[in-house]
């Protein structure tokens, strides 16, 4: 079965969108952190394969959901991020610390005896559930005293459709229909409910647009937002025939394979190695206009009606 559609499909949809689209990430940090960066904020993405020892000296790999730092006007910051699709369980926590204590190793400083660790802003993303409390706590007890940091709470059950585009934080559309979830048995017999659903997310694509239009919104990072919005929307309603085939009536036509990111990225690295190789910025503009032609025959597989002039003109306008 395809990835996407596993049962990691929500842990996928929300790396793939935060490793690919800087300007999804930065409104994600922000309300999570009540942090203010602005557009001038860079993000280093960091390692996010790491292995737990334990004490048989057997290693299991782990992949973290989200590692990165941003710099910021002299600020540095690291960010670990995990989304959840099980309710909250307080032995998250151990995960949470295991993962904190990898990242703050990669990031060691080794002084004259001494080494110094930062541990970094972590956060956990609750897709299911409702709560009273925004923050855990994990306390450790050394030699040299005890000391205990925050790892921010946050859940979808608290964030309206408008909530969401105020704020900017287009990185939690795709799991919007969690917030739904309870309803959509009754939508799948109901064609009133079912015609509000079809209701809704024509809206959250028109808005999706509107946002792309006022500059807010990159297409690139509109289009990802689209697929993985149909992604998860298909995963959740595989048991909800009418459901799931309203959701591909929708969004049939506007969805954007995930090719996309792959024609995005090889076209940049590949332009970017003929330019330095030959000194040339022709370099990065044959590799661009491999990738729009990538890009456009991808979509003419897709509708065996559309020309290839059109075809090149939509994958002109996607990659920018």
Do not use: W
């Not at 972590?122 to 409702?130: E, Q």
């Not at 017999?189 to 999706?208: A, G, M, P, Q, W």
């Amino acid at each position: 079965m395809d990835k996407l559609y596993s049962d990691f499909a929500y842990d996928d949809a929300f790396r793939t969108a935060e490793t690919e689209c800087d300007d999804l990430l930065i409104p994600f940090v922000n309300y999570f952190h009540n942090e203010s960066y602005g557009s001038s904020a860079k993000i280093i993405r960091g390692r996010n394969e790491h292995f737990i020892e334990h004490p048989d000296h057997s290693e299991d790999k782990r992949i973290t959901d989200s590692s990165f730092t941003i710099e910021d006007y002299g600020k540095r910051r690291e960010y670990h991020y995990e989304c959840e699709s099980k309710a909250y369980d307080d032995t998250v926590l151990v995960r949470m610390f295991e993962y904190d204590a990898q990242i703050a190793l990669d990031h060691a400083d080794l002084g004259k005896h001494c080494l110094h660790v930062d541990i970094p802003y972590s956060g956990i993303l609750l897709l299911r559930g409702k709560g009273d409390f925004d923050e855990a706590d994990i306390e450790l007890s050394t030699p040299g005293g005890t000391v205990r940091y925050p790892v921010r709470v946050r859940r979808m059950s608290e964030l309206s459709l408008d909530d969401i585009f105020e704020k900017h934080l287009y990185l939690l559309l795709p799991f919007y229909i969690f917030n739904l979830e309870n309803e959509l048995d009754g939508m799948d017999t109901n064609s009133d409910e079912l015609e509000k659903f079809s209701d809704l997310y024509r809206e959250i694509i028109s808005r999706l647009e509107k946002e792309t239009e006022k500059g807010y919104l990159s297409l690139f990072s509109c289009s990802v937002i689209i697929s993985l919005i149909h992604k998860i929307a298909y995963k959740m309603t595989m048991k909800r025939e009418n459901v799931q085939k309203r959701v591909g009536d929708i969004m049939g036509g506007r969805v954007l394979d995930l090719e996309v990111i792959k024609a995005h990225r090889e076209g940049i690295v590949e332009g970017e190695a003929r330019g330095e190789a030959r000194g040339e910025v022709r370099g990065e503009a044959r590799g661009r206009e491999k990738s729009i032609a990538r890009l456009a025959e991808h979509y003419m597989s897709q509708d065996p009606t559309l020309e290839r002039s059109k075809a090149l003109e939509m994958a002109a306008k996607i990659l920018g």
